[in-house]
Each structure stands twice: as C-alpha cells, then as structure tokens.
C-alpha cells in the first residue's frame, strides 16, 4: 500500500503527466460553459433545444437517423440489448467474455432484464466471423467493442468487420456497437465514424473517455429504436429533469478533440515504441491501433512501484499513478492518451525513458 501511495504521489508531483487531458476536476465543466451567456433555457425530462440540437448533431455525426442523449452508457447499452432482444423474441445476446456489460456491471443484463449472454472468442483474443458462425445457440443481438479494451484495445480489420455485419444481416442478428471510443479508433481504420457506424444497427459512443467530457453517452439507431430507448430511459430514471452540464460539456470537448484523434493516435505509436525499447517492457498491442494499449513489465508490482516513483522524480515525467499485478513477478498497466502527451517536451520524454531503462538493466544484472 505505501508503495502505491507513493507511486500515486510522485504521478501527481511530476511536472508532465503522459496520459489523459488532466485532472478530472471542477475545471472541466467550468471551462465547458465559461462561453455560455446563460440566457439558454434547460433541457427538461429529455426534452428542449440543449438536449435536441446536441442528439441531432450526433446522429448526423455517426449516420444514424437519430440519437438519445444518455447520463451513462452502462444504461444505454443494456436498454439497446433489451429493445433488441424484445423484438426478436429471444432474450440472449452474444459479446466478448470481457465486455463491460460481464464484468463492470453487477450483472445488470441478467437480473434486471432477465437477458442470457452467450459469450464468444477466448478472452484474450477478439471476436472473429468464425466465432460468430460458429455460435451454438441463437441470439438477438451480437454486441462488439471498438476497440476491445480489456486486452489492450486490440482491434478486427475493416474486412473482418465488414464481413462480421454483412453475416449478421444475413441471418437476423442485430449488431450493436459498443463504441466508448470509436472516436479514437477512426485514424487506425481511415474512415469516418458514418462509415464504421454504417456496418451497425445500434451504436452507443462515450463523453467522457476520449473526450474528456463529465459525463454522458448516445445512443443512435433507427428512430423506432431510438423512440423505444426513451420509454426504458425514463424507466431507468435516465429522463433526469435536467441533463445540461453533461451535455454541454459533452458538445465543448467533442468540438475540442475528436480532431485531435489522429494526433493522439499517432502519439500512441510512438510512446509504445519508447516502451517496447526498454528492458523487459512489451506492449499489447505492440504497435498500438488507437490511442490506448497495455504495458506489461517483467517486474513485480511493488518492485515496480519504487523504481517509477523513482524514475518520475528524477525525470519530471510521469507515466502512470496505478499498476496491476499479473502474475506473481509481473504487471501491467493501461495507457490512454490525450491533451496531456501533446505538452510534453521530446527531450524530457526521452530522458524518462532512458533512465527508466537503465533502472530496469540494472535489476536484471543484479
């Protein structure tokens, strides 16, 4: 414990913090409406010109016919598994052993609508269009995340995912996405969100990961499906009276950074490449295909705690505040960037990794 509180200290004590937009603190909604003259009126129960104009804005966006505006997207998306499976008739639906519905959520599918996953691939791998055919058991709904952030926000090609919608339709399956960062996956495909979004029958997108928004999601689909989310929104106590410090931050930090995506992206690659020269450092993916990936080490975690807090005071550059163990001798943690890596001078950036590199040698000379 002492060693991770140290750990956390030296992040927040380091002059440059490599990952993020910064703190999650206050500033981010005061910065948000710092340009609004407050003659606007609020959005009510779901309803008025703040909330409108945003759902519109989105559903042109990611090509949709229209989009709900939710306070979360563990809500969102388990109420698009619901009005899916409603309409088929079958209550199960079919996603990844690590998707955040199984493992964040209490279970909230299963015991709150009674919905059966049926889980595909092995956990470390992604969902392929063998996994999908193969299916034993029939579904209403196949639900993938872009990218899969559990194991390292490892991605399918465009073709697979082509292939993956066209088997879908096919055979009757809704495709739902689980896009909480399908902003940051954009670069990697070269296409617009539209395009992407065109292969789904549902998508849900985030605010606050790659935006950096407070909070907040949208569900987008056909206006039936959007007009259904609305009744179970309401039914989930979504329809708040008012939902515009989200939402305005949502629309401010959108406008800010989803054309930044390409930049972080490309600093992903290159940070990956820094730590993939250090001794007994791999990343997962090795060359990342977002801005977000894995680092795993060849250390144990307290061991690891100490030379990073180490590393970060005598360098100025912090890399993370948080390790998780891996196994007896190793660890790993999660690395998604923003604003933050933009700030930071090559030069300290360099000389992190090369002291951290040498720390890492000496250990294993020892």
Known sequence: ?????????????????????????VSVLLDSISNQT???????????????????????????????????????????????????GIRKVAY?????????????????????????????????????????????????????????????????????????????????????????????YKKTAAEVCALFDSVYVSFYKGIGGVAGAVLAGPKDFTEKSKVWKRRHGGDLISLYPYIISADFYFDQRVKKMEEYYEGAKELAALYNACEGIRTLPITPVSNMFHVHIQEPKHEMERILADTYSESGVGLTGHLRENGENRCFFEVSLGDNYLEVPNNDLKKMFTLLNKKLKTRTLV
Not at 4 to 12: F, R, S
Not at 58 to 87: H, N
Request: aromatic share 8%; hydrophobic share 35%; net charge negative.
């Open 1 to 25: 414990m002492e060693n991770k509180n140290t750990l956390i200290a030296a992040y927040k004590n380091a002059k440059y913090q490599v990952t993020g937009h910064g703190k999650r603190d």
């Open 38 to 88: 407050g003659q606007e009126e609020s959005d009510m129960y779901g309803s008025g010109h703040i909330i409108d104009s945003f759902q519109e804005k989105m559903a042109d966006y990611l090509g949709k016919e229209s989009a709900v505006f939710f306070p979360s997207g563990t809500m969102a998306q388990q109420i698009a598994m619901r009005i899916w499976c409603d309409e088929k």
């Open 96 to 188: 990844h052993p690590l998707c955040h519905l199984e493992i964040h959520e209490e279970d909230g599918l299963k015991e709150l609508h009674h919905i059966e996953p049926v889980l595909l691939s092995d956990p470390n791998k992604i969902i392929k269009l063998d996994d999908v055919v193969n299916m034993k058991e029939d579904v209403s709904c196949l639900l993938l995340e872009l990218p899969q952030r559990e194991i390292g926000g490892q991605l399918p090609s465009f073709e697979e995912l082509q292939a993956t919608s066209d088997y879908c339709r096919e055979k009757g399956i809704k495709l739902h996405l689980d896009g909480a960062r399908l902003f940051e996956i954009l670069p990697f």
